[in-house]
């Protein structure tokens, strides 16, 4: 029965998304994305492995975008990424995009 709704649905394959890097940062590194820009990932576990965060350089230290999933796991690789990464370097201010757990979960360790 047709009721004049019909899609039509046109045969032709989906555009891909391209993305300008290979691979993601390894846990405790960090991608440089733009000047002054870097991308980080963070651990979660379980279905999603990680969570993506962000490092702008401002002045002498880094602002930091999204923290991840308060723990141990994601303390440890915090600790990897400012030794390694963002060359030791304080936090200069933190912003959240939402107030999910894996998105604000390290935020007061961060600013202590």
């Known amino acids: 029965m047709r009721d004049g709704f019909e899609e039509t649905i046109v045969d032709h ?3 891909r998304l391209t993305y ?23 651990p979660l576990g379980g279905s999603l492995a990680f969570i993506n965060v962000w490092a702008i350089r401002e002045g ?9 999933m308060g723990g141990p796991e994601t ?26 757990p894996d998105h604000i979960g390290m935020a007061g360790w961060l600013t202590r």
Not at 25 to 41: H, I, M, Q, S, Y
Not at 75 to 100: C, D, I, N, Y
Request: positive net charge; without cysteine.
């Open 75 to 100: 303390m440890q690789a915090w600790r990897e990424a400012f030794a390694k990464s963002l060359g030791g370097l304080p936090v200069t201010r933190v912003f959240v995009t939402h107030m999910h």
């Open 60 to 68: 002498e230290g880094w602002a930091i975008v999204d923290t991840g």
């Open 13 to 15: 394959p989906r555009p």
């Open 20 to 42: 300008p890097f290979e691979h993601g940062p390894k846990t405790g590194e960090a991608l440089d994305v733009a000047p002054g820009v870097k991308w980080l990932r963070m």
